[in-house]
C-alpha cells in the first residue's frame, strides 16, 4: 500500500520519485499508458479551472456584473465576497500548478518514450 501524508508542494517531486509499492512492477507500455490517462485528466481539471477563472475575471472586472455589489454596506456581505475573491484565487493559483504537472508528466512520458526506443 503506497502511503504519501503531510507532503508539502516543494517535496512532491522527490516524494514521487521515491515511493515504493509492494506491487508488481509496471510494464513500460503501463506505465505510459498511464502518463497519457493521467495529462488527459489534469488537462481536463485545468480546461474546468480555467473556465471559472475566465468567468470569474470577467465578473470582478472593473467593468463587470460585480460592480452591482458595490453598494454592499453589511459586513456579512462584504466578508463573503472577500471570501469569493480569496476563492477564485486559490482557484487561478491550482491551475498554475496543474499546467506544471502536465509539462512533468509530459516530460515523463517522453523519457518512458526513449527509454523504449534504446
Known sequence: MCILTNLKQKEYRSAISSVSCKKPEKTVTQLSDDIVKTVQLLRYIEEQLSLATQAWKEFSDPHGDITCFRDIR??????????????????????????FLVVRCEVSAKNVRTSTAH
Not at 76 to 98: D, W
Open 74 to 99: 453589511n459586513t456579512h456581505g462584504r466578508v463573503k465576497l472577500k471570501s469569493l475573491k480569496n476563492s477564485f484565487r486559490e482557484m487561478a493559483n491550482l491551475e498554475k500548478a496543474i499546467a
